[in-house]
């Protein structure tokens, strides 16, 4: 149980992100069916997979930040020595903490004025805020991996 436990805990943004794209493909293929048979779409459909997206955008970015897989600016980065090399991945580590920060800070205030004005969606007419969820979640997940490659930076300096 804890190897299934461990590799759920290193994998959970790819697991996460599989089952999300997988909801998406579903639900745009439902809706191209019913296109094609019955000549209307599925109005939730859009509405799901654009709140969707948001989810995986930052459930990616967290995948990116734990593989070390982000674009950067490797012309000027490869021509400095190591330990500036470091010290760049860390400043830009610490600018990407308080980018994250900040983005789930104001997720925040966005969600309690969503619960407090009761707004809902449109097609599905449940609480906006359900949607807006992810941003602080999937939020949480990313500026941990975040903090991960920033000790493992610090450790190697």
Known sequence: MS???KWIQENLEELLCVIILGTMAV????????????????????E???????WLTLLGASVGFKRGAHLGLTFLQNRMPDRLKKLTVLFSAFLS???????????IFQIVDEIDLEITSEALAIPQ???TAGIP????????????????NIKEI
Do not use: D
Request: hydrophobic content about 65%.
């Open 129 to 131: 805020w359900w949607y």
């Open 27 to 46: 639900l745009a293929f439902a809706n191209v069916i019913a296109r094609y048979f019955i000549q209307y779409p599925l109005a939730f459909t859009e």
């Open 97 to 107: 903490l308080f980018l994250f920060v900040l983005l789930i800070w104001i997720s």
């Open 137 to 152: 979640v999937c939020g949480t997940l990313l500026i941990a991996r975040i903090f991960t490659l920033i000790y493992k």
């Open 48 to 54: 799901v997979e654009v709140n969707l997206m948001v």
């Open 3 to 5: 190897e299934k436990r």
